[in-house]
Structure formats: C-alpha cells, structure tokens
C-alpha cells in the first residue's frame, strides 16, 4: 500500500493570509501523523509564500514520520536541506507567477544541472526524488540520472475532461510507471489527486508514495483534518485491496471513539 505523504502547505498559506501565528502548521503535521500519514510534505519555496524556514527547523524535531521537502534547483534551499536533513527532498520546477507548481521538472533540458544537484544529495546523504510529467523523454533522462525516487506529476490526469482525456492521461502514468520501476527507481505520484481520482493512482503497480495536499485541506475546513486524512487513508487501502479497505475503514470507526 503506497505511503500518504500530507501536503500542509496551504494550512501556512492560511496562516500567511493574516501573517500571524495560526493556524501553525506543526501542530497540522502532528494531527496528520495521529491520524495516520505517513509523511509530512512542504515547499519551501523561494518566494517563501507559505512554508517559512521556521517551520523546515520545527518540523524536523516534531514529527516522527518522513518530512519530505518539495524544493526548487537553488543552492539557498539545498544549504538549509544540509542542516536540517529532511528524509526526502523532491525536486520541483518553481516559477515566481505560478499558483502551484504547474508542470513536471524539465530533466532533460536541465539535465547537467539536476545531475550535479543529485551528486550534492549523493555526498550529504539525502535522499533525491524528481518530480517529472509522465513524458517517455523525461522519464528516461530521469532513469540515466540514476536518482532515488521519481514523482510523478497526476495534474494533466486529474484536470483531464471526459473519460477519454482521462484514460489518456491514465496511460501515460501507467506507462511511466512501469518504465520506473523495471528500472528500479522508487515510484511517487502527486499533485491534484482528491478522494475521487485516487484509487486508480494508488492501484499502479508499485506505487510507494502519494503527495496529497490541497484536497485534504479542502476537506479539512469542514470535516477536521484528523478525518480528512483517515478518509484519504482508507481510499488508498482500499485501492490495494478490498480487505485492506475494510480494515482501515474498521480501525478508523475505532479511532473516532473519544
Ligand atoms: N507533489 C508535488 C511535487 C507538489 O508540488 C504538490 C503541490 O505542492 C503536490 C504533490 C500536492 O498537490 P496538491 O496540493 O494538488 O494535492
């Protein structure tokens, strides 16, 4: 069953809106982790629009699961990743105008540069992830990088209109996947998945870990963040297998009891 990595960007977004104290986003990350992530993930990003460093430093000493760090190719970021050591740092594309990350990172245009970035990772050593488009070309220039992990990014499927833009979206992740994992990469996914779309991205053979974090912020405003998660976590059981559904809906009917 893949690991849910929460994305408890936007509860700084929140905070950054009246640029106060609440909500604190260490305190999302432990009620996340009680309801049963199993990874933490922020951007840091240049423009520090939500995540502040503060919160990087926070982090790392609160949580007891994986703190992956979406951050872009800047060598600022990569000396605060080398003090503070996230467990996994996931390389994105980072545009100043853009809302959120729009597109997969261009490996094979930046090809030189991402490889000197995953040999840094190699000498302090951190875990590299890549979060690239399902595109044949970047994910084989991925695959020569010889990197940790890949992400692929699920926001042309989840975006995609009518059932067949969404089978060819689907295809192309599952092609990429498979691609991944015969080259013994480890398979992420990530990026405008919600409680409707998951269950075919969390059903790819060798799926090890979803990066959600809008839609269970969404959902947290009117359910609790403690509930939006277990949700999110039954859907993925459920994807991998009907009885890991019923346990995981099971055990969380026991975790609502006070
Ligand atoms: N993975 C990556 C690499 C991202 O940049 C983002 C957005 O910050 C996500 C996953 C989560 O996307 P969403 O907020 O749409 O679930």
Known sequence: MPRLGVNIDHVATLRQARGGREPDPV???????????????????????HIQDRDLR??????????????????????????VRPDQLTFVPERRAELTTEGGLDVVGLRDRIASMIARCREHDLIASLFIDPDPAQVEAAIALGVDAVEL????????????????????????????????????AGHGLTLKNTTPIAAIPGMEELNIGHAIVARAVFVGLDRAVREM??????????IRGVIAANAADERSFP
């Open 27 to 49: 305190q999302a990350a432990v009620v996340a982790e009680l309801a049963g992530a199993d990874g933490i993930t922020i951007h840091l990003r240049e423009d520090r629009r």
């Open 233 to 242: 976590k039954d859907v993925i059981a459920a994807a991998t297998s009907p």
């Open 153 to 188: 990014h699920t926001g042309r499927y989840a975006n995609a209109t009518g059932s067949r833009g969404n089978e060819v979206e689907f295809a192309a992740l599952r092609r990429a996947s498979a691609q991944l994992v015969a080259a013994g990469i480890e398979l992420h």
């Open 58 to 83: 926070l982090l790392r000493e609160s949580i007891g699961v994986i703190l992956n760090l979406e951050m872009s190719l800047s060598p600022e970021i990569f000396e605060l990743a080398v003090v």
